[in-house]
């Protein structure tokens, strides 16, 4: 590579003519590359047609760089890739691109990723895999400034109907530093999930601090829910049975309008477009929890999930010789009848015990295999079709899927499960099933956090 020519493109770029240095970039690739160098001179091209805003160019720049396999900086450029998917809002690509950038021991920013991972899959519905990717980003040691992974994780537990978890992680976010306008929001945000749980006094003291610099507006669903709080608090009512947030056509899985943590059109808030040039440091630091971390492990946790029910019954039961003289036949006959009997008996102890076929773990293997194609299968039909494809959406896709707890009874089971992401990671689930016939449906998905079990 012309040496020369690729650094006086580098200082067009910095000076910002990113026309020129494109220009430049183009030259670099007529004359003969080592290995690696194609790679480093289509990244640089895919930076510049960013800041060009031609996206769909960038796209196929950003491409031919990941094509080269002596190229090192897998992690930057797939971040940058994904990125330029998000700009086109192709956000299924995009999120391959961020698995691929995590996936990279040697990148270092990996929260940046998991941030836009996050706001991407939310975009597409699926709730409780993007809580994961925040929780991720908000738990990187590397990330400066976890508090908008907290905020966002907190906007999938609100999504999940999940507003006491939602809580837990506003409230750890506010142990940082934040500008006063991501403060504002983040205590508008706490006071939807107070009322979401019946908090109204926390409710009306949290938006008031959100209010408190008259530069913040709420918006109309959480204006609804302080009109609410102030009402209720106003009658002497400081504490409510907690009701179902409203989601405002959550449903719609592009829809994610009525939490005030998102933006004015309705829109999952995605993180600005930063292209990486550099290529990422190596070891990075990952893992660990820090101090105001939501979801830390609960030791409880492991116990919980680990008990399991024991049967306390002796099938054994002894027969009496009959002193009748009979045929054989008649013998044979009388031994069948005892069989049946005792079977029946067994069967129906079973039954009652929440024993069945199909099993709950087989159920549970079969939703997590296919979660669209199970639909039918595994979900009943009491809670409505359009019910079971929301629910089926939570969930990952993953054929590692272990049963840690279950608690049952004659007609109704409760499963504690956790799936296996295809990046070695893990989502813990717990599902509700009732009786169908002699086996099982699933009734209700939800994720499962430790918090849970304080």
């Known amino acids: 590579m012309n040496n020369e020519l690729f650094q006086q493109a580098r ?31 289509q990244h640089q091209r895919g930076n510049c047609l960013i800041k060009l805003k031609d996206a769909a160019s960038a796209v196929a720049a950003y491409s031919a760089a990941a094509e080269d396999s002596a190229y090192q900086a897998v992690g930057t450029v797939n971040y940058n890739l994904g990125m330029a998917y998000v700009a086109l809002r ?97 205590w508008a945000s706490l006071g939807q999930a107070y009322t979401a749980t019946g908090q109204m006094k926390k409710a009306v003291d949290a938006f008031e601090l959100a209010l408190a610099d008259k530069t913040y507006f709420l918006s109309d669903v959480a204006s609804i829910d302080y009109q609410h709080a102030i009402a209720a608090v106003s009658q002497g009512t400081d504490q409510l049975q907690p009701t179902k947030v409203d989601l405002g056509g959550f449903e719609d899985p592009a829809d994610v309008s009525g939490l005030d943590t998102l933006a004015a059109d309705g829109t999952a808030v995605l993180d600005p477009i930063v292209y990486e040039q550099q290529q990422p440091i190596a070891d990075p630091v990952y893992g660990g929890y820090g101090a105001g971390y939501p979801m830390d492990p609960n030791p409880a946790a ?16 002894d027969f009496q010789k009959t002193k009748r003289k009979g045929s054989i036949l008649g013998k044979i006959f009388g031994l069948i009848i005892v069989l049946i009997v005792v079977a029946f008996g067994v069967a129906a102890y079973g039954y009652t015990q929440g024993y069945g076929y199909p099993t709950q773990e087989s159920v549970a293997a079969e939703l997590f295999a296919d979660p669209d194609s199970a639909v039918e299968k595994v979900f009943c039909a009491e809670i409505g079709s359009d019910k079971a494809k929301t629910l089926a959406k939570s969930v990952i896709k993953s054929g590692d899927v272990t049963v840690d707890g279950m608690s049952k009874s004659m007609n109704e089971s409760t499963v ?37 079990n304080k």
């Open 416 to 452: 504690y499960v956790t799936a296996k992401t295809e990046q070695g990671g893990s989502v813990k689930y717990k599902l509700t099933m009732v009786r169908d016939m002699l086996g099982w449906k699933i009734a209700n998905v939800e994720l499962y956090y430790a918090s849970q």
């Open 90 to 186: 192709d956000f299924d690509q995009a999120i391959e691109c961020f698995e691929v950038a995590v996936s990279d021991a040697t990148y270092a920013t990996k929260y940046k990723a998991y941030s836009n991972m996050g706001s991407a899959l939310l975009r597409l519905g699926k709730n409780a895999e993007a809580g994961v990717a925040f929780r991720e980003a908000a738990l990187d040691e590397a990330n400066p400034d976890p508090t908008k992974a907290l905020l966002n994780l907190g906007v999938c537990f609100m999504a999940l109907d999940r507003p006491a978890d939602a809580i837990a992680s506003y409230e750890s976010a506010l142990q940082f530093d934040m500008k006063p306008d991501m403060r504002n929001k983040m």
């Open 11 to 41: 200082a067009q770029y910095a000076a910002k003519d990113f026309a020129g240095a494109l220009s430049l970039f183009d030259q670099c690739l007529q004359g003969p590359l080592a290995p690696g160098e194609t790679g480093q001179i």
């Open 302 to 317: 492991e116990s919980f999930f680990n008990q399991q029910d024991h049967m306390q019954a002796d099938w054994t039961k």
